[in-house]
T-cell receptor
Framework: EPEVTQTPSHQVTQMGQEVILRCVPISNHLYFYWYRQILGQKVEFLVSFYNNEISEKSEIFDDQFSVERPDGSNFTLKIRSTKLEDSAMYFC????????????FGQGTRLTVV | AQSVTQLDSQVPVFEEAPVELRCNYSSSVSVYLFWYVQYPNQGLQLLLKYLSGSTLVESINGFEAEFNKSQTSFHLRKPSVHISDTAEYFCAVIQGGSEKLVFGKGTKLTVNP
């Protein structure tokens, strides 16, 4: 069964460092997403990406964050100059088309900023 | 802005007992509703969804949820739970025209023998 894969499963980084979280969406999907879940809090939408550009983003997704689909298979989330409050579980998701179809989620990357 | 409320953060039950996990959302204008489940150390998996049509939707493992527009609710139920149902359950909403899923805080269901 096709699935969304995320690497690494756990990333520890020092405050101020840049991190790149990687995702391989399901191959025929066209819409890609990043969500995050700070420990004990809700899963929050960060950004959606379609046709090589951001289609929607939340207020959380500021200039510190960027997304890229560098090679047609990977979908990355870059966090520049990480802060302690960026520590969270980051989920990648993909969807075949907009609207009512299911979003498939990866297993998440736990980011710990120390 | 759309919001989702899951009133119960933890629900402990005994095996074979019925369970209801509650979910309320803030707006009923053109919404799609979902329940996702997260088993320990795994990602989010879609359990069931309401898009349109029959207000009662069912999953393959015995869960069901009913869309109640007047009460803006989408509660999840199972008549008899198994230990393997132990997981965290998230209610989520997409509002028409938006890309994003808005999640509730989740309910941890623990099924005890």
């Amino acid at each position: 069964e096709p699935e969304v894969t995320q690497t690494p499963s756990h990333q520890v980084t020092q405050m101020g460092q840049e991190v790149i979280l990687r995702c391989v969406p399901i191959s025929n999907h066209l819409y890609f997403y990043w969500y995050r879940q700070i420990l004990g809090q809700k899963v929050e939408f960060l950004v959606s990406f379609y046709n090589n550009e951001i289609s929607e983003k939340s207020e959380i997704f500021d200039d510190q964050f960027s997304v890229e689909r560098p090679d047609g298979s990977n979908f990355t989330l870059k966090i520049r100059s990480t802060k302690l409050e960026d520590s969270a579980m980051y989920f990648c998701a993909s969807r075949v088309k907009q609207g009512s179809t299911e979003a498939f989620f990866g297993q998440g990357t736990r980011l710990t900023v120390v | 802005a759309q919001s989702v409320t899951q009133l119960d953060s933890q629900v402990p039950v005994f095996e074979e007992a019925p369970v209801e996990l509650r979910c309320n959302y803030s707006s009923s204008v053109s919404v799609y509703l979902f329940w996702y489940v997260q088993y320990p150390n795994q990602g989010l998996q879609l359990l069931l969804k309401y898009l349109s049509g029959s207000t009662l939707v069912e999953s393959i493992n015995g869960f069901e949820a009913e869309f109640n527009k007047s009460q803006t609710s989408f509660h999840l139920r199972k008549p008899s739970v198994h230990i393997s149902d132990t997981a965290e359950y998230f209610c989520a909403v997409i509002q028409g025209g938006s890309e994003k899923l808005v999640f509730g805080k989740g309910t941890k269901l623990t099924v005890n023998p």
